[in-house]
């Protein structure tokens, strides 16, 4: 296949799956929650009582156990001190106390978000229409020098007909002789789209990862899935997996799993360390806690990576990794 028409069919694959419908978040990424308009006031009682409600539901299903006494000490300190004095509404109540517990227990997941009553209470995140929701959140699908295929996408998306795009994607990518997959603006999402995409790369019903909750029991194993449209990944096939501080959650565990199992290289930076599965809380019927209930444990190295990141394989800044993983291929 010439250079030319494989930038027709990589065109033609981006502009086919452009869709710019608004898009949700089901495990996680950086963003701050979208916060519906509530300028109700609350009185210094109502303030106290809510703050009371938000620790108990902390206490009772937060996964760092030996956090919660630290984060709720500091919380209790920080508004007998009159830090929170200036915290007037509920929006406020949920900036500043929830960007509070996120800073305490040093957890990116942790926020509280405030919803209409007749809402459903949900972890996921809306997203404003750009780059986390054009396209799925795949930007780029296109080939290199050396026939080196390249892949940029900002989430895993949770929509079922992320998958489609994703298996385009593959299709299109089947025929290079190795792939670099650019993470370094990839800021979480979907954990079952991450297992759908590494299952092109990693045999069927291979162990990825299993979930296990604060009692340390396992809720979940996940495995390899036999869905991949074709197998050219999943042998002697080099794969470069681009990292930055940015790339967090559900984007970590898909290089943790890919960089355990021997199927890719790191080359970047340290990732956030965002390694917590998370679900969501009602607090009183308008306040949410968007809060941390259980963790992935990698399958081969039996790890997590929160508060640590992913180290890569090959440090560099992320403003070089690109072009770093073009001269490993190169070479390869």
């Keep these: 296949m010439n250079s030319y028409l494989k930038c027709a069919l990589s065109a033609l694959l981006l502009v086919l799956s452009n869709n710019s419908m608004s898009s949700v978040t089901e495990y996680t990424d950086n963003a701050q929650p979208v916060i519906n308009e509530s300028s109700e006031p609350l009185s210094r009682s109502e303030k106290s009582t809510l ?6 539901v902390f206490e009772e299903n937060y996964i760092d156990t030996g956090a919660i006494d630290r984060v709720t000490t500091l919380i209790r300190q920080q ?14 109540f949920a900036e500043v106390i929830g960007n509070d517990f996120k800073l305490f227990a040093d957890d990116l997941h942790l926020s509280l978000s405030v919803k209409r009553a007749d809402e459903p209470v949900t972890h996921i995140l809306s997203e404003q229409q750009g780059k986390l929701t054009y396209n799925r959140a795949f930007e780029t699908v296109s080939y290199l020098h050396g026939n080196t295929g390249y892949l940029k996408f900002n989430k895993f998306y949770s929509a079922d007909d992320a998958w489609d795009v994703a298996d385009a994607a593959f299709t299109f990518l089947q025929n290079s002789d190795g792939l670099i997959i650019d993470m370094r603006d990839t800021v979480g999402g979907s954990p079952y789209l991450a297992q759908l995409m590494l299952s092109y790369f990693i045999a069927p019903d291979t162990p ?11 809720s979940q194993r996940s495995v390899a899935l036999t869905s991949s449209d074709h197998t050219r990944f999943q042998s002697d096939y080099p ?4 990292t930055s501080q940015q790339t967090a ?10 960089q355990a199992q021997g199927k890719a290289v790191l080359v970047g930076e340290q990732t956030a360390g965002a390694g917590f599965y998370v679900g969501a809380r009602k607090i009183t019927e308008k306040l949410i806690f968007r809060i941390s209930l259980s963790k992935p444990i990698l399958a081969v190295t039996n790890t997590n990576w929160e508060k640590s990141g992913l180290t890569p394989d090959v440090a560099t800044e992320r403003v070089d990794a690109l072009d770093v993983a073009i001269a490993l291929s190169l070479n390869q």
């Design 208 to 218: 990825l990862w299993s979930v296990v909750g604060r009692d340390q029991s396992v």
């Design 79 to 92: 508004h007998e001190r009159g830090r929170y004095r200036s915290v007037s509404t509920l929006n406020d």
């Design 249 to 258: 959650s559900a984007s970590e565990l898909f290089a943790g799993v890919m």
């Design 239 to 242: 794969v470069w997996i681009l």
């Design 51 to 56: 703050i009371d409600k938000t620790l108990t």
